[in-house]
């Protein structure tokens, strides 16, 4: 029965989604809605899963003192201070200190919690008491500093200035420049192996540069841009076909083959 | 001056290429260091030329404007920014370009999005549309004019569950009023709702599940905005008219910007694009001469 439930659910949901597709009546709209809640939901159970996965491998990293030990733990104290940006709000004018010491005194507790269930046996209840203790002068300071406070239920810390800042001003900064230092390594790689040793890469060569170049200006730019269109227009266009038929027919194929359970690979074995 | 400065040392820049090539065919190949000051300043000098390329509007482009020009004032525009900064370059100034068009019209846009960062540079493409003086004078407000609902995970489902309901996927606006209380959505159910639907794509989930999962399944009129690496993809998409309209990269933002007539960060930075793949051609050009020079000495090398 452990195994045939699964493939009974897969069977059923899976037939009644392909049905729900040709039935424009109302209650198939219902099901239909109901089913990608669930999605959604499971979706979302996804995402707190992959958060406790990041923070076991990075508290394993740093307690075991693996090379490049602190990046992990770089990543884990940006985790909890973006959360816990987005979830208060800093009142206007008011000192930024008691902020600042809160979310210290968070850190540090937080810690002692994570190294006293996941850490080594020694001292495991001293942490756990240290980390009771300072989430309750958490809890104080939560209560009794009025220049911030928790907002769960409302989207203000979404605009919390801190929020803001460290995205705009760390985040967007840190991706655009490992997306910009992508330029400099394309160029070497192409310098040292992007070569015509064949028909086929002669081919590849040649519409790059034509692509490439269609904004030269002046005639030639012409001659390029029209050229450029047609590669793009007509043997792009043919293979990128080509590309998404074969995908369809891949997809069809391979959700026949779970709706039926001849693919079991979802179930943990092939 | 700056800009003469930045042209004249390009010219020694692209002089300095022909000495390169030289060196590469007597058989002392570019260090990989030199590859990347080139491109660095390839990419630097054209900022500061402040020129723009003399660019023609493409088919796509054009029909995507013609699609656009046929909405009324007061019509509904669904706008999905799904991507995030590193894509931004590329499509950040076509949403911005976007919106001042939009709201000089007085269109009235709803935005989501199928990434977490979306409604972030959502946000940031509106506070750099309202700069506009024309706009800044039609005092706009949230809730009426636009209204922004966040993001929702769910990727392609979200997009399926909106058929049905809107309201079911964003219960709430990114300002956390609900649904019902917002005065631009008081008619707006599902997509049979909205006049127009605008992606911002650079992935997945992008503009692929929005044409396969929404406009197939739901026969709204949708446009998209792509990035340079995803906008081949699209062709077929764009030839059989499930997409109306194509802005590919940072040449498909110049040339949007180029026909709304706002001028803006992609005319700029197209030109720095240009000279960047200008210099790439030329290190692949010395790389093959040096290829084929090297083959050419070890054939003659061999009895």
Known sequence: MKRQLPLILVFVFGTLMVIQYFVPHENSEIVKGFLLDWIVIIGIFALALGLWSLVQVSVAKINSRKENWEYPLVTLISLTVMIFFGFTSHAENASWWGYFLAITVFLVALWMFLQGFMGQAANRNMKLLGGLGLLIVFSLLAIFDNSWEFKFYTAEGLTNQMFVHFFDYIMIPLQATMFALLAFFITSASYRAFRARNLLATLLLISALIVMLRFTPGPWGEYLAKTSAWVMNVPNLAAQRAIVIGIGLGIVATALKVILGIERGYMGKG | ?303
């Open chain 2, 1 to 303: 001056m700056l800009s003469t400065i930045a042209m004249v040392l390009s010219l020694i820049v692209g002089l300095s290429l022909i000495y390169l090539l030289i060196r590469t065919i007597q058989g002392h190949p570019v260090e990989r260091r030199i590859v990347f000051i080139y491109i660095g300043l390839a990419v630097v000098l054209p900022l500061l030329m402040n020129k723009t390329l003399p660019l023609p509007i493409t088919k796509d482009v054009q029909k995507l404007y013609d699609q656009l020009e046929k909405l009324q004032p007061g019509s509904k525009v669904l706008c999905a920014f799904d991507y995030d900064p590193p894509s931004a370059p590329e499509l950040q100034p076509m949403a911005v370009a976007f919106l001042k068009y939009a709201f000089k019209k007085d269109l009235k846009i709803i935005i989501m999005g199928l990434w977490p960062q979306g409604p972030q540079q959502a946000q940031q493409a509106i506070e750099e549309a309202m700069l506009d003086p024309i706009i800044a004078g039609k005092n706009l407000v949230q809730g009426e004019d636009w209204v922004n609902l966040g993001f929702q995970s769910g990727n392609e489902f979200v997009i399926q569950s909106m058929g049905t309901e809107f309201k079911r996927m964003f219960p709430k606006d990114n300002r956390h009023i609900a649904y019902g209380e917002i005065p631009l959505l008081q008619d707006v159910v599902n997509f049979s709702n909205v006049d127009f639907v605008i992606n911002f794509s650079a992935g997945k989930p992008g503009t692929t599940e929005w044409v396969q999962f929404g406009v197939d399944r739901f026969g709204f009129e949708m446009v998209a905005g792509n990035t340079a690496v995803q906008a081949p993809m699209m062709y077929p998409y764009l030839r059989t008219g499930q997409l109306k309209g194509l802005l590919g990269g940072m040449s498909g933002a110049a040339e949007f910007e180029k026909i709304l007539d706002e001028k803006g960060k992609a005319s700029t930075f197209l030109l720095a694009q240009t000279f960047a793949h200008a210099t790439v051609i030329i290190f692949i050009i010395i790389g093959n001469l040096a290829f084929f020079s090297s083959r050419k000495k070890k054939m003659a090398g061999t009895p």
